[in-house]
């Protein structure tokens, strides 16, 4: 069971709410189209990010291929542009090698300052459409 749940009061980085990333293809370790985080969350998947072809590149050769679909844990595999909620070391490590891609604040988990700065995510912030 996540710690925070739709409408149980998670926060987003900026003190609001949390806005939903994106439910198509529908992202979130619970697979709930937020950046909701629990216990059961070793990668703290919290950061939502519309991800870039160079973003999917460096993952990959971090030995975490995004692109490929894998249907048996219902994730489709991304395209750019698409939005996910990413692991904050992954986003944080993208940042370090200048391609972190832009994140949509309100519907990014307070738990991420925790990894990154709030400057750092405003740099690469887009909004919500």
Do not use: I
């Not at 709410?17 to 697979?31: H, Q």
């Not at 309100?106 to 919500?128: C, N, P, Y």
């Amino acid at each position: 069971m996540p710690r925070d749940t739709p409408g149980g009061g998670a926060r987003n980085v900026l003190g609001g709410p949390l806005a939903t990333c994106c439910t198509s293809p529908m992202t979130g370790f619970y697979r709930d189209g937020s950046c909701h985080t629990g216990p059961q969350d070793a990668g703290t998947h919290v950061v939502c990010a519309r991800v870039t072809r160079e973003f999917l590149a460096f993952s990959v050769a971090r030995g975490n291929d995004l692109v490929t679909p894998v249907p048996e844990f219902r994730f489709p595999g991304l395209k750019p542009g698409d939005r996910w909620c990413l692991c904050a070391l992954r986003w944080k490590e993208a940042l370090a090698a200048g391609v972190a891609p832009q994140v949509v604040l309100a519907a990014t988990h307070e738990k991420a300052l925790d990894f990154v700065t709030l400057d750092e995510l405003k740099r690469h912030a887009v909004d919500l459409q």
